[in-house]
């Protein structure tokens, strides 16, 4: 019969407790409308319109999301994600760690008894660059990960591993920044006067490893 090893999970060291939250944006709706901002809002509905035409559905999708309004977080296919070979290696990575890091564990226990070891990389970052995937790439730009699990080590040292991969994006254009030469600010702006708003991307995956 197995034992379950309820100490510190692995593979925690270097993980942050929660998501990072949205940058230091005014608050939604307080500052005023002015011309240039209706001007930019109707460019950001085109720019989603051609987007859709080009086959970047994400990240139309979150474009128009962010248009909306609504500020309800918006599901994404965690398993489309993981298929990413940036976030695939991520992930990998993590789980080769607690293989690691259990059979240690196991092997420090001397007695090679089955035994099970809860593992929590805690929330971690990967970068979607556009060479990786232009439409991920302009739907998100990167994505934060967490995966949990367990890990099961057999009396001939065998592992298998069952996870869930939760994803978070805090999705916004952070005031003062820019990509490829264009500024964020004045599509952070929509969010601060209310034409817009900033919101979280979500989503899970299932996995099982031997």
Known sequence: ????????????????????????????????????????????????????????????????????????????????????????????????????????RWAAAGDRAPAAYPADSGWRDVLISRHVSPDWWLALRYVEFRLTGTVRVAADGATVVDYRCAVHKAWNFDRGGRELGVPFTPFARLHETGLAKEFAVTGEAFGHHR
């Open 1 to 104: 019969m197995g034992q379950t090893d309820l100490t510190r999970p692995l593979g925690r060291t270097g993980g942050w407790a929660d998501p990072e939250p949205h940058c230091g944006n005014a608050e939604h709706g307080t500052l005023p409308v002015r011309p240039y901002d209706l001007l930019t809002l109707a460019a950001c509905h085109t720019l989603a319109a051609l987007w859709r035409l080009l086959g970047l559905r994400n990240a139309a999708g979150m474009l128009r999301h962010y248009l909306r309004g609504d500020g309800t977080p918006h599901r994404v296919d965690a398993e489309r994600l993981l298929a990413l070979p940036a976030v695939r290696a991520a992930a990998e990575a993590q789980l080769a760690r607690w293989r690691a890091e259990a059979l240690e």
